[in-house]
């Protein structure tokens, strides 16, 4: 029956699961409270991966997630994951932070650091276990990268959950965005640290030199085109930046960060932003988690990988906290909001999986490594909303106090 069925059928088989078992988990069993459906879908990605439904039905894995249909869904998710990391760039507001420089950074700089140190520790406790490391890793590069995949906040998944908590465009929700998008910042340069190769590092600083150039001619063309054509342009821009990045051995991610990082927002539409953002999240996303899962391994074992997952959330999470807390300290804040804030920075999802995406594309971590990060973003993000929101129902004052 197999040899009846084209490559293309088989690829429509898999889209069809990728896009209706989160749906229909998320919607039947009404899990938005604990688990936005961009949550349950990268659960269902490792669900359909090769450690559990490889294990249970390996035929029925081998059939439909063969070679020949993971080409075409990684060439999807390469495309979905650049306009992402694009969107990201461009909702960056660093103009208010310079703003608020002085408040922002005192708290960016330890909601960033502390769970940094504390995930640092926690990779150098890994280095002396076989199965973490990447093949290509110096021990630098790993324990720096897991101590930053402990120190991610995701702005886009901490856009969404302020959306849901109805504080986005309250005072609060926008001193959060300020700290995220410094933070932001810092990530993306930490991974371009990590990835640079100093074989390659004239290729690497002659595209950052190009792409400093370039960007003050593209921004001057930007300013000059009517806003439809502004989307065509920005297309086209996010793939040299991207194309160019990875030509130089950074990698495409860090390039598509770049290429949004240099447009402002005020160019778009914001309602447009918005639902061009949902769009890629509802058609183009579901793949790349779908591509996260089959990346998943528990060669280790399964205990000791959830083990890895508990201790680098509990790194993740605690430093957060500890670092928002010393914040609010210094800058006065009662301590309920202090809680607030750090329990919603330390959302992880979507913005740290693509980091550590990277790392494994680099052989800087291995699958095992790359699944106990994957499960500990999950669970950090899982703990947000019901965690935040009792508390903001008991400190709803907080919304209306003054940026």
Known sequence: MHATISTTEIFLIAMGIILSVPYLIWRVGRTDYYAPLVVVQIIAGILLGPGILGKVFPDYYAFVFSPAVIAPLNGIAWWAVMLFVCIAGIELDLKRVWVHRVESGITAGLALGTPLAFGSVVAIGLLALPGWIGTKAHDWQFVLGVGMACAV?????????????EILRQPIGQRILRYASLDDVAIWGVLAVILMDW?????????????????????????????????????????????GADWSGLHFMVGAFLAGAVMDADWFDQASMDQFRRYVLLAFMPVFFLSTGLRTQWDVGGAMVFLAAGVLLAASVGGKLLGIHVAGKILGWPRAEASIIGWLLQTKALIMIIFVNVLLDKQLITSETFTALLLMAIASTMLTVPVVAPRLARMRELIFKSA
């Open 153 to 165: 906040t995701a702005l886009p998944i901490l856009i969404l959950l302020m959306e849901k908590l």
């Open 199 to 243: 074989a390659r590092v004239g290729k690497q600083a002659g595209f950052l030199v190009a792409f400093g150039l370039v960007t003050i001619a593209f921004r001057r063309l930007m300013r000059a085109l009517a806003e439809r054509d502004r989307w065509y342009v920005a297309l086209i821009w996010l793939v040299a930046c991207a194309w």
